[in-house]
C-alpha cells in the first residue's frame, strides 16, 4: 500500500520479502527475497538504499544498531521502535512521560501474576512484551488458576507484562507522523472496533468524543513521538475511560502505517502510507485534513469465499462510492486479507457508512449471493438509450 504512494512521488520503493508470493511483490520492481531476522540479509538490502524502514515491528533492534554503525539511515530508530517492539518498555516510558497507562507490572513468575491479579482485582490480562499482534500473545484471566495455567508462557519469555482489565467504553487511535528534523502532523483521533482482538472498522473523526479529550488524545500522541524520537507514521492505541485521567489510557504503540489509518487512503488529504515515506525521507509532511464529514473503513477477514475476484461485480455494484483495497493474500480464514473504505460528505452519518462498507465487505468475504446478486454483464439497451 505504500507502493502507489512512492510511485507518485517518484520514489523508488524496495521490499525485503519474506517469500516471493508475498502480496507486496507484484507492486513493486525489487524485492529481494531475505529473512528480517539474518543480519546478513538486511545489510545486503540495506546497501545503497537512502532510508530504511518498516511495515512491521519484528526487526531484532541488535540489528538496527549494526545497520547504523554500517552508515544506514534507519528510521525510525532503534532507541524509538523499542518501544513499539516491547510492550513492557512502552509501559515504563509511557509512566516516564507522566501519561496515562493502566494498572501494570512487569511479572516474573506465576506467584507475581497472582499477586498482581490479588492487589488489582480479577480479571487482569497477561501480555507476551514482544512478537504479538493482532491479540495473539495476550490473555485475559479470571482467577489464581486461570494464572496458573500460564505457566508454561514464563518458559518462553520472562519476565511478562500483566495488567489491570480496563474497562474501557471504547478503542480509540490516535495517528501521528514525525520527521527526524521534528514537524510533526495529526490525523483526527478515530473509533477502532477489534473483535476477538482484531482490528474490524475504524471511524474518523470519532463520533461524539469530547473534544477536550480529543485534544488530550491528539497531544499525548504527538509528546511521545517527540519525547521517544519517533520518525515516520505512528499509532497509539487507546482505551476510551470517560471520568478516568484525561478520559483515555494508553494501550500500545505502532511505529509505521497502522490498521487504524487505513482510512487516510481515501479519507485525508495525505494517506499514512505518503506521510510515513515523506517523513522518513524527511520531506515536508501533508495536510491531514479529512475529505468529507465521515470517512469508515471495514477490514474483511479470510471466509468462505477463495476466489474474491468472483465476488467483485456484486461488490463494487452493491456501492459504487465504496474503495476496495484487496491485498493479494492467500485467503485463509481469520486473515486480513483487504478493506474497504467509505467517504461521507455533509449529511451522511457514520451509522449508515458502516453499514454500506460492512456490506460490500461481507459480499467480497462471503462470495456473491442470492441477496447479493453480481449484475448482469451486458448493460441493457434501455440503460445505453437512457444514459
Ligand atoms: P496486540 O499487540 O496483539 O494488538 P493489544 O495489547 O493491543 O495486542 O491487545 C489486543 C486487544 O485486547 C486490545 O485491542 C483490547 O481490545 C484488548 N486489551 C488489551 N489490553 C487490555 C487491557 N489491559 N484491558 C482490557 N482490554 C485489553
Known amino acids: 500500500m505504500m507502493a502507489p504512494a512512492a510511485t507518485a512521488l517518484g520514489l523508488e520503493l524496495r521490499v525485503l520479502a519474506e517469500s516471493d508470493d508475498v502480496s507486496a511483490v507484484p507492486s513493486v520492481r525489487h524485492a529481494p527475497v531475505g529473512d528480517y531476522r539474518s543480519l546478513e540479509d538486511l545489510r545486503g538490502f540495506a546497501h545503497g538504499v537512502d532510508v530504511l524502514t518498516f511495515d512491521h515491528e519484528h526487526v531484532p533492534t541488535e540489528h538496527l544498531r549494526a545497520l547504523i554503525a554500517d ?3 534507519v528510521q525510525p530508530g532503534p532507541d524509538a521502535l523499542v518501544h513499539a517492539q516491547d510492550k513492557l518498555r512502552m509501559r515504563a516510558a ?3 512521560l507522566g501519561l496515562p497507562n493502566p494498572r501494570w507490572a512487569a511479572v516474573h513468575h506465576v506467584e507475581d501474576l497472582i499477586a498482581f491479579g490479588d492487589a488489582t482485582g480479577w480479571p487482569i490480562v497477561l501480555k507476551t512484551p514482544r512478537g504479538g499482534y ?3 500473545g495476550v490473555r485475559v484471566l479470571r482467577s489464581a488458576a486461570d494464572a496458573e495455567e500460564c505457566i508454561d508462557w514464563f518458559g518462553t519469555m520472562s ?13 480509540l487511535s490516535a495517528l501521528v507522523a514525525r520527521t527526524p528534523g521534528g514537524e510533526m502532523r495529526a490525523w483526527p483521533v478515530v ?3 477489534q473483535v476477538d482482538g482484531v482490528c474490524d472498522e475504524v471511524v474518523a473523526p470519532a463520533p461524539g468524543l469530547a473534544p477536550e479529550v480529543a485534544r488530550a488524545a491528539q497531544s499525548a500522541a504527538l509528546e511521545i513521538a517527540e519525547r521517544l524520537g519517533v520518525t515516520g507514521v505512528m499509532a497509539a492505541e487507546l482505551f476510551e475511560t470517560p471520568g478516568r485521567g484525561p478520559g483515555f489510557l494508553i494501550n500500545e504503540l505502532a511505529m509505521r502505517p497502522h490498521n487504524t489509518g487505513h482510512w487516510t487512503q481515501d479519507g485525508s488529504v495525505t494517506s499514512q502510507f505518503e506521510q510515513h515515506l515523506r517523513a522518513v525521507l524527511g520531506l515536508p509532511l501533508g495536510a491531514t485534513d479529512v475529505l468529507g464529514d465521515w470517512a469508515v473503513m471495514k477490514n474483511y477477514l479470510g471466509g468462505a469465499n477463495q476466489d474474491l475476484f468472483s465476488a467483485f461485480p456484486a461488490a463494487l455494484a452493491a456501492d459504487p462510492a465504496a474503495k476496495v483495497h484487496s491485498y493479494g493474500k492467500g485467503v485463509r480464514p481469520g486473515r486480513k486479507i483487504g478493506h474497504v473504505n467509505l467517504v461521507g460528505g455533509p449529511g451522511s452519518s457514520p451509522e449508515d457508512l458502516r453499514a454500506r462498507a460492512s456490506r460490500v465487505a461481507a459480499i467480497i468475504r462471503d462470495g456473491a449471493s442470492a441477496d447479493h446478486p453480481a449484475p448482469p ?6 440503460t445505453q438509450e437512457n444514459a
Not at 159 to 171: C, D, K, Q, T
Not at 377 to 382: M, R, W
Open 71 to 73: 552508515g544506514v539511515n
Open 94 to 96: 509511557i509512566d516516564g
Open 134 to 136: 493482532d491479540g495473539k
Open 159 to 171: 519476565p511478562l507484562l500483566a495488567e489491570e482489565m480496563v474497562g474501557f467504553s471504547r478503542e
Open 191 to 193: 473509533h477502532t472496533v
Open 377 to 382: 454483464t451486458a448493460v441493457p439497451a434501455t
